[in-house]
């Protein structure tokens, strides 16, 4: 498979990100932060591909790879976003961003090649181009890298960073292991998606507050926030994987998190509901036999997806959404310590995005 770069996609602007129509976002403050946001993330993505440079040609290719793919820069988004409680965009914040996105991007690499996923934001990934090694490695090169940067940020970047590595292994870990004897496995889930998906985005936000010496009272809410939108971006993920509107309108082959194995939400409620309940079971039953675990079988069969449409009309579906929103609004009420103009009215609409991209 050849190995070229894909053509570079520069990131959404704030205002699309979260969805700010024209009457939501009309006000001067409001268009300040957007572009005051936006200059910030022009200013990222230079810092990105300069930071992504190695003295190595393979390593530069490899490295730049899912970077030039495409992506949201949803982290380093909120970085910006929460930077402007302060002083804004000051090079200790830019750099943070940068910092940021690329030990997301990092976690990528590795995420693959322990999924063994075929595909990442639209290209084969980057194991399936290069092999285990070379993807493993690539990652490690990032992380190395984003630890430089904080490193020149101070011991403050350093422990925030380190605390966050050790979150992101041990959601890795604990979602490879799955529940022990006695755990809940729902509970297990959800802490899962707070370490693995939570850490970062909390990160990210708590990073925009310190590196713009704004007041320091405002990290735990940020961090809440962060903690609870990557829950709740990971719950509707969930019932994304279900959707019937396919590849081109959802990034996604519907079922193929339940194809490749993976535990889901709905599908940990429905485990749950059909210890007591025989439709339930029926439907558990037909899952495990043409769904779950048969993604390297070939094309989807029409037993697979009617089985996957069946889970998608169920009630463990929607109560799966119910706790997404219900993840949300607890962002947002975190985020009541914070003052009211712009940010937080941004964050607030970016809560809610979050949980619309379903509908």
């Known amino acids: 498979m ?25 006000s001067g403050q409001d268009k300040e932060l957007a572009a005051a946001v936006d200059a910030g993330l022009a200013l990222v993505e230079d810092g990105l591909h300069n930071e992504m440079r190695f003295a190595d040609n393979l390593a530069d290719v490899t490295a730049r790879y899912l970077l030039e793919a495409g992506g949201k820069r949803v982290r380093p988004m909120l970085t910006l976003l929460t930077a402007q409680l302060g002083e804004g965009n000051t090079p200790e914040v830019l750099s943070a961003a940068e910092a940021i996105e690329i030990t997301h991007l990092a976690s990528l690499y590795h995420d693959d090649v322990m999924d063994e996923a075929q595909m990442r934001r639209g290209v084969p990934s980057a194991q399936s181009v290069w092999g285990n090694s070379v993807a493993v490695l690539t990652g490690d090169l990032l992380f190395a890298r984003a630890s430089k940067m904080v490193a020149a940020l101070g011991e403050r970047a350093i422990t925030l960073q380190a605390d966050t590595f050790e979150r992101l292994c ?60 990557g829950v709740a971006f990971q719950l509707i993920d969930d019932v994304i994987d279900l959707s019937s509107k396919g590849v081109s309108e959802t990034g996604k082959t519907p079922g193929n998190d339940l194809r490749a194995g993976v535990a889901t939400l709905p599908l940990l409620r429905l485990r749950e509901r059909a210890e007591t309940d025989a439709e339930a079971r029926a439907l558990l039953e037909r899952l495990e036999r043409d769904v779950i675990g048969t993604v390297d079988d070939g094309a989807i069969t029409p037993e697979a997806t009617a089985a996957i449409a069946a889970l998608r009309d169920h009630d463990v579906t929607r109560q799966t959404l119910d706790e997404a929103h219900r993840w949300a609004r607890e962002a947002v009420e975190a985020i009541d310590p914070l003052p009211t103009g712009p940010v937080k009215k941004a964050l607030t609409r970016f809560a809610n995005t979050i949980v619309e991209r379903s509908s």
Do not use: C, W
């Open 2 to 26: 050849a190995s070229s770069v894909p053509a570079v996609r520069r990131p959404a602007s704030l205002s699309s990100q979260i969805g700010l129509s024209e009457k939501i976002f009309a």
């Open 170 to 229: 041990l959601g890795q870990l604990h979602e490879t292991i799955g529940p022990q004897n006695g755990e809940d496995p729902v509970e297990h889930y959800i802490r899962v998606l707070a370490d693995k998906t939570g850490s970062l985005i909390a990160a990210a936000a708590q990073m925009g507050i310190v590196f713009s010496k704004a007041p320091a009272s405002f990290e735990q809410p940020v961090v809440t926030f962060g903690e609870k939108i």
